[in-house]
């Protein structure tokens, strides 16, 4: 293209510094009505141009009558998104030191009408076009249903928390393998290197706000590293962020044919590393198996195209079997997926899965119950979303056989015939950010678990996530959102959000980004009710009792390590291995006890002294009790029973009871799970 230059004239110098205050976009002017509102929730200075915020009020400061704080949670969320999967996959930034038109500006091969924006497609279908420019005119994103723009707007992140939310978990995520498929890209795959940027990148930001504010520690999106700091900052009526991790295959846990790329010395290095830059909360797994946990599967086209990816990362496709409780994974992705199955070695092709078949055969591996542990030491919460059924079962029986109740649920990847069990542990829950009505319908059906637990409720936006969000419910709905009104807390008026020339509303345009969360929980109620909106008041709350009593876990000590132990028979075949009643109380989960193959069997363990006992937890090897029951003494002659089961399901099981003073505890066998014995790596006895 040529370009002809324009006639000399006095008013270029003008034109030349409008056009330079236009590039460096981030001078930092005066806030508008900084003098007719001076108050602390507005800066000092504002970039300009840049986002109207469309709140006024005074943000609420402190905690209610009874300590606790108020606010909404999300806890799932992908701020820096844009860092990850090579650079490219997520248009635009969170912020730019160069201003808002060059953060909000599509990535450079979706110039000139997206002919090019590959995963555009893949995303959303049709023909991936559209119109690229972002700032000033917002024509085509972002948009409720585009999987591939920025969201995450740092000023659209100040209007979700103008609007009343307090607490944003920000997860790190990547993908090494879709960032190695992926056509354009900028950077290395290597996901903790990502991981490490993005971690970085948000402290960035913080300092981006900070900057507006005047100076380090005084703008409303902090970084908090435990849950008396996020208190503190919410009780100043600011964003509390929590960083965590969401990607593929952390610490380089990979697994190829099965064969783990890493060991328990690569777990400990990592978890130290992510807990070293503020991570708190992460997946061990997430779209594909790795050497930690096998996942629970996506659906339709999207999980074909996961599972090719699967195959590209690990060398195996997904594999099936049959589920053996409630509880079950997605079902499998079926759909052609013809762009992905490019990808694929000649002559290899997606297998096909039977429909009675829909639970993962891959569990928590002995890393990932490495990795569990090691999560447990350092304070940190599991994330069980994206475990298959097995791994998330297992992860539950280390949990409870600790009383460790830091485990969350984010966005509604985990089968809800988990939830009362994540709620008797001290766990956390949130919901997807679902439109309106499904979303209530979902929360009103939990209502009763939450009162019983006494817990209140959050939500997942998942933004950035390539995940999808709520969809407008149309202008002539009959109850839609009035603009402007009021915030849950009833202290700031909310309007529409305006960006350059695009006005959004959640009636006609859906939740496209950030900054309609506010406008998304009052559709919710409108739908829902108040009620709805109450429990996610209470989030904030709830999950930061989680992260703290997480924080101040104690392990008990087990009173039956190195115990004086005698049992009914113990199984010989091999002189050179001994399955001697010792064996179950040694320390030691690589021996066990094990009895010879008949029902009524059992092993008597003697604490040495009369102890007070509420906690037992047995390690089952694969030969388990189907039913059995436990039964305590003080003088090795009168029995009692405190607890039995006639479900048995082997693994790592945990009996909680009223506590009693025992001296004796014995495990009395009635009926075998397998055509074995009854064979016990090691059982804990505890007070606590």
Known sequence: MTMTAPPRSRRRPLVLLTLLLALLGLSLVPASGAAADPGWWTPTARPAPDSEIGVTGEPFKGTDDKGRVRGFVDAHDHIMSNEGFGGRLICGKPFSDQGIADALKDCPEHYPDGSLAVFDFITKGGDGKHDPDGWPTFKDWPAHDSLTHQQNYYAWIERAWRGGQRVLVNDLVTNGVICSVYFFKDRSCDEMTAIRLEAQKTYDMQAYVDKMYGGAGKGWFRIVTDSDQARQVIEQGKLAVVLGVETSEPFGCKQILDIAQCGKADIDRGLDELHRIGVRSMFLCHKFDNALCGVRFDSGALGTAINVGQFLSTGTFWKTEKCTGPQHDNPIGLAAAPQAAKELPAGVSVPTYAADAQCNTRGLTELGEYAVRGMMKRKMMLEVDHMSVKA????????????????????????????????????????????????????????????????????????????????????????????????????????????????????????????????????????????????????????????????????GVNLATGAAAAASTSEWWNPFVSYQPGRAVDGDSGTRWASEWNDNQWLRIDLGSASLVKRITLDWETAYGRAYRIEVSTDGSDWRTVWSTEAGDGGLDTARFTGVTARYVRIQGLQRGTQWGYSLHEVGVYSS
């Open 392 to 555: 998330a079962g297992r992860a539950f029986d280390i949990l409870e056989s600790e009383s460790y109740p830091g485990v969350i649920s984010s966005h509604s990847w985990m089968d809800a015939e988990w939830t009362e069990r994540l709620y008797k542990l001290g766990g956390f829950a949130t919901q997807y950010m679902s439109g309106a009505e499904g979303f209530s319908a979902e929360a009103k059906r939990t209502d009763a678990l939450r009162d019983k637990y006494n817990v209140g409720y959050g939500y997942g936006t998942d933004m950035n996530g390539v995940g999808g969000w709520p969809g407008p419910r149309g202008a002539d709905t009959p109850n839609p959102v009035k603009y402007p009104f009021r915030s849950a807390d009833g202290g700031s008026v909310i309007d529409k959000q305006t960006t350059g020339q695009r006005t959004w509303n959640i009636n006609t345009d859906g939740a496209s980004h950030y900054g309609l969360v506010p406008d998304w929980i009052e559709d919710v109620r409108l739908v829902g009710g108040q009620d709805v909106v109450d429990d996610l008041m209470r989030g904030a709350e709830s999950y930061l009792t989680t992260w703290g009593n997480s924080e101040r876990h104690k392990s």
